[in-house]
């Protein structure tokens, strides 16, 4: 299966169910509390199945597993949507969360073979894919929720085109004709201890790789702490921290967004122009400098158009930070040999524990020192990704060989 469309099932999906969360959460009569207790199952899920995705990938190959993962999220979306009570709700969205963190790791590895089979980067369109297809299929859910389309309904039609296009794809893909391999054998990376062993380069990974590792884990974690609250608490910062109209704090996490997504759009060729450690400084400064920025206005009570400018860049500074942790699976399995899933599981991981954890630290901060905490949180984060992205984001071949 091409990873573009595993990248747009998975954001059409994921779309849809927040989307219609609040009828869902209606009508299992679920509080506040309590929903969030549900949708803290599908994050626990996710951190599941994130590192389970690994296994997977090595008994099927990264693009079948993507195959498997994506078609059991679509079939489990159907779950959620006709979930009658919290308890079932609950263990539906755990097992939803599971197929969704297994999805977001095969899909990236899949992407960095595809990468490394067509010598370019590829990152960026992928996850600029990804935002887009979440924003398109979220519209269509509003819209399904103006009209009246029961929930069931929806997530079906969405679930049965989202397997039936995967279903598709990959038949077309494994019809090519005997001999006639689609991946070129030295595209490939040593996915093997076999293959490691008869690396010459293999003695000096071990230390190599305590620092690599390690590096880009705390960049991963650091960087939800830059996107969690920019999509989650930038609104609630404008209404209650500098009094903004409703319609106004509103606009906050889609700003976020829409730098997220323009970036992205541009980072393939950024990364051609200049390499990614030069694109991952630049990530950093600029997402340091806008937090930095919001955090000044926020403390004076500027006008809240400052502070929406400052989400803004700071969303265009966040964009090229999760498509250059999973491209380093790229020169990591060239370099050291490792599976391309292995790393993408840890960069999955990390990011999704920190988004598990970063409400649990702004909103006590928030609520003791003030909506500032926000930017403030979000600037410790950037200045985390700004140390250490340019260590773990290695220039991929097509880069170095000036392709």
Known sequence: MRPGIAFAVNGALYGSLLARFPEIADRVSASESQFGVALFAAAIGGLLG????????????DLRAALVAGTGYAALAVAVAWAPDLTLLGCALLLVGILDGAHDVTMNAAAVRAQQQLSTVLMGRLHATWSLSLVG???????????????PLHINLVAVAAIALQLIVAGRRESVPAGRSTVPVAAVPPESAESAERDPASAVRPVRLRHVLPVLGLAALAASYVESPGQEWTGLLLSRGLHAEAQVAASAPVLFAAGLVASRLALDSAQRRLGSRAVAIASGVTM??????????????AAPVWALAAIAVAGV????VFPLLFGAADHLSVRHGIPAARTASIVSAL????????P????????????????????TGALLVLLAL???AGDPPAVRNGR
Do not use: H
């Open 50 to 61: 994130s590192l389970a995705a690994p296994r997977l990938t090595r008994a099927v190959g």
């Open 137 to 151: 299929a979220g519209a269509l859910g509003a819209a399904a929720a103006g009209l009246a389309v029961p929930v």
């Open 288 to 301: 340091l400098l806008a937090v930095l920025a919001g955090t000044l206005f926020t403390a004076v009570q």
């Open 317 to 320: 500074g966040a964009g090229p």
């Open 351 to 358: 990011s999704r524990i920190g988004a598990i954890s970063a």
């Open 360 to 379: 649990v630290v702004v909103g006590p901060l928030t609520e003791t020192l003030g909506m500032a905490m926000v930017f403030a949180v979000m600037a």
């Open 390 to 392: 340019p260590r773990a």
